[in-house]
T-cell receptor, first 114, second 112 residues
Framework: GENVEQHPSTLSVQEGDSAVIKCTYS??????FPWYKQELGKGPQLIID?????GEKKDQRIAVTLNKTAKHFSLHITETQPEDSAVYFC?????????????FGGGTRLMVKP | NAGVTQTPKFRILKIGQSMTLQCTQD?????MYWYRQDPGMGLKLIYY???????DKGEVPNGYNVSRSTTEDFPLRLELAAPSQTSVYFC???????????FGEGSRLTVL
């Protein structure tokens, strides 16, 4: 089955700096790569996603890049703010009639210091 | 529109007890999932359902059972609770043809 590795497990940055979180996946058939943000005491919430026919996607201060050949994808957050502090999860899945089953990475705890 | 509602939010069980975690949604989504999240780990899929009357195992189904008699409800049953089942459990929903999952706020279970 699919295996998703995520690094780093913790990341501390100063407010205003950029943050980068990286993930690798094992199944070359995976074609959908979402990123979820989990705030304390809450369930994960989708912040951005990318499909395998696209190399980069941007939404305001966040962007995701995908390298299908190397089987890795990254989340980039620019101009970080204290409210960006949370746990971020990457995930991967492939189109299946059995449901969109995501395999998650282990998570990155991002701390933005004011 | 409440989204995905999980109950209870917290529960302590003794070894060998059983209980049911409830999940209900008002989003009319056909897909529903149960994940568990262990400290410092990602989410692991326990069971999922693509529609009423249809369920299937995920990555870590042992010790759990589910049912899906309606579109709205997807309860997770723990039989003979064990300390290894101490975790935070998340229910999620999704629409066929899209990738986004919508998560509940979680149920924290401790087995002592």
């Amino acid at each position: 089955g699919e295996n998703v590795e995520q690094h780093p497990s913790t990341l501390s940055v100063q407010e205003g700096d950029s943050a980068v979180i990286k993930c690798t996946y094992s199944d070359s058939a995976s074609n959908y790569f979402p990123w979820y943000k989990q705030e304390l005491g809450k369930g994960p919430q989708l912040i951005i996603d990318i499909r395998s026919n696209v190399g980069e996607k941007k939404d305001q201060r966040i962007a995701v890049t995908l390298n299908k050949t190397a089987k890795h994808f990254s989340l980039h957050i620019t101009e970080t703010q204290p409210e960006d502090s949370a746990v971020y999860f990457c995930a991967a899945s492939k189109a299946s009639g059995a449901g969109n089953m995501l395999t998650f990475g282990g998570g990155t705890r991002l701390m933005v210091k004011p | 529109n409440a989204g995905v509602t999980q109950t209870p939010k917290f529960r302590i069980l003794k070894i060998g007890q059983s209980m049911t975690l409830q999940c209900t949604q008002d989003m009319n989504h056909n897909y529903m999932y149960w994940y568990r999240q262990d400290p410092g780990m990602g989410l692991k899929l326990i069971y999922y359902s693509v529609g009423a009357g249809i369920t299937d195992k995920g990555e870590v189904p042992n010790g759990y059972n589910v049912s899906r008699s309606t579109t709205e409800d997807f309860p997770l049953r723990l039989e003979l609770a064990a300390p290894s089942q101490t975790s935070v459990y998340f229910c999620a929903t999704g629409l066929a043809g899209t990738g986004e999952l919508f998560f509940g706020e979680g149920s924290r279970l401790t087995v002592l």
